[in-house]
């Protein structure tokens, strides 16, 4: 049985976001890629050159995410409302305040490299529907933690930009604890089995 605390603050939070058709883009934000994924793999003509470049962006955008969840630990694949049981300002969180999502639209944008798939208007219309998908879900997500946290989130807003990253860390590093990383790594375990089923295919596709 949950303390009532917890179920009192899991009841508000659906409370907000249940009504509000963003909880939708939020449950199924991992199902959205999908329709892009099949356009892709079915118009795909890659190149030698386009499977290095876009690789590479891939891996910095899954470098990215990984270096998030190591630092969130498993609290980034919930699904079925917004729950966050400590505000995390370190890791990537100390520069930008949302690294998975833009770790998430690099990977897209070096699929779409790896692809060259009705390039480069599949890319700009994947990318132009993820950052509007994306903002709707952190306009949401931004609503729930500041009841949640309160002046501590309002001061880490005041320093910390949603997408375009600080130069510094707004706090300083902290050590990652090993049941975080345990955590972080098996919550990113779909991730990149996602991210090796799709090179395979698009591999695939240039091999034959």
């Known amino acids: 049985m949950k303390p009532l605390s917890q179920s009192i603050e899991i009841e508000r939070t659906r409370s907000v976001t249940d009504v509000n058709p963003a909880m939708l ?29 876009g690789s590479l962006v891939v891996l910095c955008g899954e470098g990215l995410r990984m270096w998030g969840v190591l630092a969130a630990g498993g609290e980034t694949r919930t699904t079925g409302e917004f729950i966050c049981r400590s505000l995390v300002t370190h890791g990537p969180f100390a520069f930008v305040r949302n690294p ?33 998908q994306y903002t709707i879900i952190i306009v949401n997500e931004e609503k729930f933690l500041r009841r949640r946290f309160g002046n501590q989130y309002e001061e880490y807003c ?43 295919m698009v591999v695939l596709v240039y091999a034959l």
Do not use: D
């Open 25 to 53: 883009m939020f449950r199924y934000r991992g199902l959205t890629p999908l329709p892009f994924l099949a356009v892709m793999i079915a118009f795909a003509q890659p190149t030698l050159t386009s499977l290095l470049l």
């Open 100 to 132: 998975l999502y833009i770790g998430n639209i690099m990977i897209y944008m070096g699929f779409g490299i790896m692809s060259l798939a009705l390039h480069p208007w599949l890319m700009v219309v994947a990318v132009i529907w993820f950052c509007v």
């Open 158 to 200: 005041t320093n910390v930009h949603r997408f375009i990253p600080r130069l510094t860390a707004f706090v300083p590093g902290s050590n990652i604890s090993e049941r975080k990383k345990r955590n972080g790594i098996g919550s990113e375990r779909r991730t990149l089995q996602a991210i090796g089923i799709v090179t395979f």
